[in-house]
C-alpha cells in the first residue's frame, strides 16, 4: 500500500493527484519565511485570537490517481472540516484514501475536484506549522536522535541555538534526550517512534498528521506510547488528524472518531467521543460503547457496499442500503 507520494511514478508535477513535493517530514521549501506560532496554548482547543473557522477543511473533494494500470479514485465526495486544536481519529477500511487525505492536508498532493483548505486558504504547497509523520516514520539512519529530531528546524534555517533548545525540549518530551548521539538503527522502534514525534513537535506545530504511527508496535508499548501522544496534544494543543486501524485507539486519541467508507473513501460516519482526555478513559463504560459504535459504524459502511461481482451474479439492481452509504451518512 503506498503511503507516500512517491508512490505515484510517472505523473506530472502539480497534475491533479501529482506528488508536489518531497515526502516526510519536514516538508517546507528551505528558505520559507520564518512564521512560528505563538507558545504554545496549555489547554487544547482554539488559541486566543485566531481566525475563526475551521484549521483544516475538505469540501467536495475528488483524488484520482492517474495510475499505470488506469485511473484510480481513492476518494470521492470527500468533505470534513477539523477545528483548531482538535484531535481527530480517521478509521476506515484499507486502501479506502486514509493516508491520501493526509497528503493533500500536508499540500503533497493536489484535489483532482474540490479543494483541501487550511486556516482559510486552499493548501497549494507544504506548510511551515504542519507536521505530517509517515508509517515509516522517515528517519535517516546516519544521523544521530539529535541531528533527526533537529532535521525540521535545519531546513528552514532556524538559528543553531534555537535549533538545540527547541529539539532538546522535543527529545525530553519523548523521553529520548539520554539518547541524543544514538542513531536510529540503535533505538527500538518504540524509541523510532517517539523520534519521529520530537522531530515534529520541535517544530512548532498548529497541526499534527499522523498515519498510522503506532501501527507496528506491540499492545503494551502501543498503550505506552498512546498515553505519551494523549499527554503531548493536551500540552500543545495542535489539531490532531491520527489514521488508525485500532478501534481502541481511535476511542483513545479521537474527540471524535471519522469512519470513512471503503474506497473511494467519504465520511460514512461521525462518531463524538466528548468523554476522551484522559489516561483512565480506556477501563470507563463509556469507552467501550464508544468503541461499539465505532465497530457498527464500520461494519454498516463495509455492508453498505455490496461487491459488485455479487450483484451481478444475482442480477441485481444495487441495494437502496448502498445508495443511502453514497448519499453520505452522518451518524452510525
Ligand atoms: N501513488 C498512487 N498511485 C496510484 N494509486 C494509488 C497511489 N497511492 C494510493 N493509491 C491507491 O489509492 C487508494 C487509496 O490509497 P491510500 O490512501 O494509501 O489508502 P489507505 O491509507 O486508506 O489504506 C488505494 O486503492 C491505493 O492503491
Ligand atoms: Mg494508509
Redesign the pocket.
Known amino acids: 500500500?503506498?503511503?507516500s507520494?512517491q508512490?505515484?511514478p510517472g505523473?506530472p508535477h502539480d497534475a491533479p493527484?501529482a506528488p508536489r513535493d518531497a515526502p516526510g517530514i519536514p516538508h517546507d521549501a528551505p528558505g520559507a519565511p520564518r512564521d512560528v506560532p505563538g507558545a504554545p496554548h496549555a489547554a487544547p482547543g482554539a488559541p486566543p485570537g485566531a481566525p475563526p473557522g475551521p484549521l483544516l477543511s475538505y469540501e467536495g473533494l475528488t483524488l484520482t490517481?492517474p495510475?499505470t494500470a488506469g485511473p484510480?479514485t481513492?476518494l470521492a465526495g470527500y468533505t470534513l472540516a477539523v477545528s483548531r486544536g482538535e484531535p481527530l481519529a480517521l478509521i476506515?477500511?484499507?486502501?479506502?484514501?486514509?493516508?491520501?487525505?493526509l497528503l493533500l492536508a500536508a499540500g503533497l498532493l493536489a484535489p483532482t475536484e474540490g479543494s483541501v483548505c487550511v486556516a482559510g486558504e486552499p493548501i497549494t504547497r507544504p506548510r511551515l506549522t504542519t507536521a505530517l509523520i509517515l508509517q515509516d516514520f522517515g528517519l535517516l539512519p546516519w544521523k544521530t536522535v539529535r541531528e533527526n529530531a533537529a532535521l525540521g528546524l535545519r531546513i528552514r534555517h532556524f538559528s543553531r541555538a534555537e535549533r538545540e533548545q527547541r529539539t532538546d525540549r522535543a527529545l525530553e518530551q519523548v523521553g529520548l534526550l539520554e539518547f541524543a548521539r544514538a542513531y536510529p538503527g540503535e533505538l527500538s522502534g518504540g524509541m523510532r517512534q517517539r523520534l519521529a514525534l520530537a522531530r515534529a513537535l520541535a517544530l512548532d506545530v498548529d497541526l499534527m498528521l499522523m498515519?498510522e504511527p503506532l501501527s507496528a508496535l506491540d499492545a503494551l508499548l502501543r498503550e505506552g506510547l498512546q498515553d505519551l501522544l494523549l499527554g503531548l496534544w493536551q500540552e500543545r494543543g495542535y489539531a490532531q488528524l491520527l489514521?488508525t486501524h485500532s478501534i481502541e485507539e481511535a476511542a483513545f486519541l479521537g474527540r471524535r472518531i471519522v469512519v470513512?467508507t471503503p474506497?473511494p473513501?467519504r465520511v460514512a460516519a461521525i462518531i463524538d467521543n466528548p468523554g476522551m482526555g484522559e489516561h483512565s478513559y480506556r477501563g470507563t463504560q463509556a469507552f467501550y460503547l464508544i468503541c461499539q459504535q465505532v465497530r457498527a459504524a464500520l461494519q454498516k459502511s463495509r455492508g453498505d457496499t455490496p461487491a459488485p461481482t455479487l450483484q451481478k451474479s444475482r442480477g441485481d439492481t444495487p441495494a437502496p442500503a448502498l445508495q443511502k452509504s453514497r448519499g453520505g451518512a452522518t451518524h452510525a
Do not use: F
Open positions: 500500500m503506498p503511503t507520494p508512490a505515484a505523473i493527484g490517481y495510475a484510480v481513492a476506515g477500511p484499507s486502501g479506502c484514501g486514509k493516508s491520501t487525505s498515519d489514521v470513512l474506497r473513501g
